[in-house]
């Protein structure tokens, strides 16, 4: 930082010259302690391509709140075929996004990860169907339903309602055969596929599986127990910084969902706005009105630990207290 106090124009006086050094000093101090800051190098890996559901991610990422918290940050984009829980497992990204009933049963497998933040509240996955269809998930009895095969929340829907009698179909990420059978329902999130059937001039509804009994938090943050016993500092950084970045998403959407696209291109706008409104009260409603995006309750763990029991996913309910912590959010203890 050369200022004109100390340049060659004002060789004229010994005290303007021994100013000036002082100035350099004092600017060279300031640089160190703070602008030459060697940042720690971190990647994440989200669960699918950039998206609203990333969007308090993105925000951090593209307003410096990241490197602001000491982070040189990467975000990788999830996608058809990438686990997440492997990449964090094996190193190559320190943090991660899944649905929690995946941190549970990746831990089962002998996977210690962590959560250490919940992006939603409510999760928001759901089951989609033609408006005025069903007015209870029960009388999905006797009709076919488009769903991944394995996927946990259909499991417990089955056993919870007795749905015995529900034609099951490969879901293959499209709509078509969902539009061409009025009786027909599938498997989605409530923040992109309605939009879609809205702009095909299809009128829906939905059961969000959170609402039906299956209580589990959506995109949870987490790491390794390995890297928070050994990086407690970065992960505190990390958490608080992607907290910031949804606080600001809430209000500038717009301006993210652009950057969004950026990485995305084939996500329009126009369902971007869809999703970011859609996903609100998910994100910010809840427990995070008054504890704050990202916390997480024992209460919620619990049950959902002790569903993946009854269905025999897991083999025991270990302490909860090893699976999730809330000690790194902003203000927050455990």
Not at 170 to 183: E, I, M, Q, R, W
Request: net charge negative.
């Amino acid at each position: 930082m050369l200022t004109k106090t100390g340049s060659k124009k004002t060789l004229g006086g010994m005290t303007v010259l021994l100013a000036a050094a002082l100035t350099l000093s004092a600017c060279g101090d300031s640089k160190s302690s703070g602008d030459s800051k060697e940042l720690t190098k971190v990647s994440q890996v989200t669960n699918w391509f950039a998206e609203p559901e990333h969007g308090g991610q993105y925000a951090a990422l593209d307003k410096g709140f990241y490197k602001d918290a000491g982070l040189d940050m990467t975000i990788q984009s999830g996608g058809p075929g990438i686990s997440s829980t492997q990449i964090v497992a094996g190193g190559k990204a320190e943090f991660g996004m899944g649905q929690a009933d995946e941190i549970l049963l990746a831990r089962q497998n002998g996977i210690p990860l962590v959560a250490i933040a919940a992006t939603f509240q409510k999760n928001p996955q759901g089951i989609m169907f033609h408006k005025g269809q069903f007015k209870d998930i029960k009388e999905l009895n006797g009709n076919k339903i488009y769903v991944g095969s394995g996927v946990v929340f259909w499991e417990y829907l089955k056993k919870a309602y007795s749905l015995d009698k529900v034609t099951e179909m490969k879901y293959t990420g499209s709509l078509a055969n969902f539009v061409a059978d009025p009786k027909a329902a599938t498997q989605i999130y409530i923040t992109s596929e309605p939009f879609s059937m809205q702009q095909e001039g299809v009128d829906v509804d939905y059961f969000l599986n959170y609402d039906l009994g299956y209580k589990q938090y959506g995109n949870v943050l987490y790491t390794t127990e390995d890297f928070l016993k050994k990086h407690p500092d970065t992960v505190k950084a990390y958490v608080e910084a992607s907290i910031k970045g949804w606080d600001y998403y809430k209000d500038h959407s717009d301006e993210i969902n652009k950057v969004m696209q950026e990485k995305n291109p084939d996500l329009k706008l126009e369902a971007m706005a869809y999703g970011a409104k859609a996903q609100e009260p998910l994100v910010y409603g809840g427990d995070a009105e008054t504890n704050g995006v990202g916390y997480m309750s024992k209460d919620i763990w619990s049950g959902l630990q002790a569903q993946l029991v009854d269905m025999g996913l897991l083999k025991k309910a270990e302490p909860i207290e090893d699976v999730f912590t809330n000690e790194y959010l902003p203000g927050k203890g455990k």
